[in-house]
């Protein structure tokens, strides 16, 4: 009951702060009783001391809610089991004071500090897979190299953080990283890049009425319009984000803003608006213990002063500048950095290598898939393929059997005609025979029998010897017909007939 009670009431507090209701989170603050501070399970104190820490941009206040943040998170998450459900939402407390933490020790110069928590942070953040937060921690990591002149790994991690941003939808966010990509841009003085850069995050943060990204990108097109010498259009930008920081307290924009202008009016020879202006942005830096703005604010300042030839105050700005410069860029700072970078590739290609494993591995499951797919297809295709082989093949061998079965069935008929051609002609020649030698016979008889009749018209004329031997005549004639009658009978009787083929 006390963590639904305690989710409503940051839902209702969460609109008092986004407008702005510092005063009365502060107030329910400190009437929280000691029994919901005291129970691990009621983050109602934590949930207000980090919107309180997010919206707050007072330095000295910011700090304060921080590191009140940071000790009471740390606290109750110690005594909440590990596997708590209060436990993602208390981590992401803890990356977000990391992340201030960093931000924090980057304004004072100490870069391997401010990349230990930036590395911690993004360690929480992609656990718990805030995207948004994920992209955050790149742009800070991003700014941190800038700060001591490594614009390669910069712009590198800028880049990297812009795409997980553009992926987030935290349009504050993508604008904020547009312009800092931008500005790396600047710094490599490819101000044509910058200015589109710095024109689109103007762009977003307009669109999206995000008041603070509209007076960074004010700020910095106007240093771009310096560069350009374009510098009434340069005023004209820089004055209206420094009335928008000083409406809505931005502080580290403002300190920039006001140097710009100095630097701006420095350039037209207008020594005395510069020199107004850089002494507020050096006093504004000052406040806000940020290394870096106190050394451009006291660059500007020794340069105005040589230009009015004060010695004294050239010299001590010229000292100021070179303590600052020393504090960012010395050579153990840039030690520290190279081996924080180094830690955090080493992080940061572990995960790589374990995300590259898992792609690897499903790749290689999906690749294993496709293989059996790709090789039951190829087996269904290679027994379709052996099938219609087998099919053709034993259809081309009925087709040829069938073939020679009708050339050897026409070579019978055509043997059966041939025979039966050279049976006719067998016929025809014993016909022929037949009928020559009963020509011959025919003709034999008759002599004979004309013999005989001789021989009977001699007997009766002569003696019967003559008669008895015609008889004899008549006899062998008449056995000669009985003998010509049965060859011919026994001859037609061998006769074969013309066999006959069943085809």
């Known amino acids: 009951m006390k963590i639904k009670t305690g989710l409503t009431l940051f839902l209702f507090l969460s609109l008092f702060v986004r407008a702005q209701k510092a005063d009365s989170l502060i107030l329910i603050l400190k009437n929280i009783p000691e029994s919901r501070k005291n129970n691990p399970e009621d983050t109602l104190e934590c949930g207000i001391l980090y ?69 911690a942070a993004l360690r929480i953040f992609e656990e718990l897979g805030l995207q948004s937060w994920i992209g955050t921690c790149y742009n800070n ?14 712009t590198n991690f800028m880049q990297k953080g812009l795409y997980i941003l553009s992926k987030s939808g935290d349009h504050e966010e993508i604008a904020i990283g547009t312009l800092n990509l931008g500005y790396l841009f600047y710094l490599q003085n490819k101000h044509a890049t910058a200015l589109i850069y710095y024109s689109k995050g103007l762009k977003i943060a307009t669109k999206t009425k995000d008041t603070y990204g509209e007076a960074l990108a004010l700020e910095r097109i106007g240093q771009i319009y310096i560069k350009q010498t374009r510098y009434k259009e340069a005023l004209v930008c820089l004055k209206k984000s420094l009335f928008i920081c000083e409406r809505y307290q931005y ?73 600052m410069k020393d504090s960012v860029d010395n050579e153990i700072t840039n030690k520290l950095a190279l081996k924080k970078q180094i830690e955090f590739d080493y992080e940061k290609n572990k995960i790589t290598k374990k995300q590259e494993q898992e792609n690897l591995k499903k790749l290689l499951k999906q690749k294993q898939q496709y293989y059996l797919l790709l090789g039951i297809v190829s087996l269904v295709l290679i027994t379709f393929t052996f099938y219609s082989l087998y099919f053709w093949y034993k259809f081309k061998e009925e087709k040829i059997t069938k073939n020679l079965h ?17 049976a006719n002609s067998i016929i025809h020649i014993q016909e022929q025979e037949r009928e020559k030698l009963a020509k011959e016979l025919s003709m034999g008889i008759n002599r004979l029998l004309a013999s005989a009749k001789d021989k009977l018209v001699i007997s009766t004329k002569v003696d019967s010897e003559t008669h008895l031997e015609a008889i004899k005549l008549l006899d062998t004639a008449i056995q ?24």
Request: glycine letters at 4%; hydrophobic letters at 35%.
């Open 51 to 119: 919107y309180l820490a997010r919206w707050n941009l007072v330095p000295k206040d910011l700090e304060v809610y921080t590191d009140r943040l940071k000790k009471e998170t740390e606290r109750k998450m110690g005594k909440l089991p590990a596997k708590h459900p209060l436990q993602k939402t208390l981590k992401k407390y803890l990356a977000f004071t990391y992340n201030e933490l960093g931000l924090r020790n980057r304004d004072k110069g100490n870069v391997a500090v401010a990349l230990d928590y930036f590395n």
């Open 251 to 323: 502080p580290k924009i403002k300190a920039n803003s006001l140097n710009t202008i100095g630097v701006c009016y420095k350039l037209q020879k207008r020594y005395n608006l510069s020199l107004k202006y850089s002494k507020m942005a050096l006093q504004l830096s000052k406040e806000l213990n940020n290394a870096v703005r106190i050394r451009n604010a006291a660059l500007n300042l020794k340069e105005v002063y040589e230009k009015l030839g004060k010695a004294k105050e050239t010299f001590y700005m010229y000292e100021l500048y070179i303590q």
């Open 480 to 503: 000669e017909i009985r003998n010509i009658a049965g060859n011919q009978e026994n001859l037609l009787t061998n006769k074969k007939k013309p066999e006959r083929w069943n085809y």
């Open 406 to 422: 009708l050339e050897l069935k026409e070579k019978l008929r055509r043997e059966v005609i041939d025979k039966e051609l050279i």
């Open 141 to 154: 990591i991003a700014n941190t190299y800038s700060d001591i002149g490594n614009l390669n790994d910069a």
